[in-house]
C-alpha cells in the first residue's frame, strides 16, 4: 500500500494562504485517485478536494479558493490554499487509492491510504 506523507500545515491569519504537500511512496501517482480530507476537533472527516487524471472535484465550501493539483513525476499532490477564514483548520489528510476507470472519488470509505495529518490553524 502507497505510504502517504503531508507537510506545509501551519498557523496563518485569516485571509492569508498555505500550500500543503503530500508526498506519496508509489513510483508515480499517475494511477491514483488521490485526496484531501480535513477534520476540526469534534467533527467529522470532510471532502476537500481530489485530483484524478479524468478531472478535479471541490467541496462546495472551497472554490474559488483552493486550488488541488499534483506533480505524478514527483509523485506529490498538492493543496493551494487562499484567502483562508476561521472555518478552515483543522487536521488535513491526503488520501489515495488506485483507479484506472474514469471515476474521481470524493468518498473517504473510498480511500484505503491515508497520511497521517498536517494542522492548519488560522487566527482571526
Known amino acids: 500500500q502507497v505510504q502517504l506523507v503531508e507537510s506545509g500545515g501551519g498557523l496563518v491569519q485569516t485571509g492569508g494562504s498555505l500550500r500543503l504537500s503530500c508526498a506519496a511512496s508509489?513510483?508515480?501517482?499517475?494511477?491514483?485517485?488521490m485526496a484531501w480530507f480535513r477534520q476540526a476537533p469534534g467533527m467529522e472527516r470532510d471532502f476537500v478536494a481530489a485530483i484524478h487524471w479524468s478531472g478535479i472535484r471541490y467541496a462546495d465550501f472551497v472554490k474559488g479558493r483552493f486550488t488541488i493539483s499534483r506533480d505524478n513525476a514527483k509523485s506529490t499532490m498538492y493543496l493551494h490554499m487562499n484567502n483562508l477564514t476561521p472555518d478552515d483548520p483543522g487536521v488535513y489528510y491526503c488520501?489515495?487509492?488506485?483507479?484506472?476507470?474514469?471515476?474521481?472519488?470524493?468518498?473517504?470509505?473510498?480511500?484505503?491510504?491515508w497520511g497521517q495529518g498536517t494542522q492548519v490553524t488560522v487566527s482571526s
Open positions: 488520501a489515495a487509492v488506485v483507479e484506472s476507470r474514469r471515476n474521481i472519488r470524493t468518498k473517504k470509505s473510498d480511500y484505503p491510504a
Open positions: 508509489a513510483r508515480t501517482t499517475i494511477g491514483y485517485s
